[in-house]
């Protein structure tokens, strides 16, 4: 349905059921990587952008099962791999998989991310806010590396709102350590 058309009338009845937010499932996929088993979620749209997650899931070994607008994801077996450009070029938001991936296994190494239409969105407030958590962090050609010995908790002011970024950050976050404080810009 494209619209809905509604005429003069004393009362509206009636119900219509809204399919789940892009925006919304897209991080909760990525932060599946920091659970232990199974986590379901109701109400996800069958659009490209879920299916490309799960790809990039399953390249660490997670399982993902889609049926009816209910994901499951079985990080049982989840294990460290590069996410590989082919797929990450695909879709903006598997950037968010780095913050992740550095919250369970202290590296992450993933292809840029591709697939805005809206045009280029850089992400360097993403990797200056991992910089500052202690993240050592190459870019060459189409791939981003990073790695820690420990994520370091630290107080991080982005000099312009970003939902990614902000996203990226705390999902870095769920793993870092708390030692001392250090200043953002």
Known sequence: MRAISV???SCLKGSIEIQGSKNTVLP??????LTCGVSV???CPDIRDVHVMCELLDILNIKTVYREHILSID??????????????????SSVLMLGAMLSRWGKAE???????????RPIDIHLEGFSRMNVDIELDSNFLRCNTF???????????????????????????????SCKGT
Request: some cysteine; hydrophobic content about 35%; charged content about 15%.
């Open 150 to 180: 420990y994520l370091q908790g630290c107080d991080f002011h982005l000099r312009y709102p970003s939902v990614g970024a902000t996203e990226n950050l705390l999902l870095a976050a769920s793993g870092a350590k708390i030692k001392g």
């Open 41 to 43: 979620i109701y109400n």
């Open 75 to 92: 990080t049982s077996n989840a294990g460290y791999a590069p996410l590989p450009y082919e797929v990450t070029c695909k879709l903006r």
């Open 28 to 33: 909760i996929i990525a932060a599946s990587i």
């Open 7 to 9: 005429k003069e009338t």
């Open 110 to 120: 993933i292809g840029l991310p591709g697939g805005c239409t809206i045009g280029t």
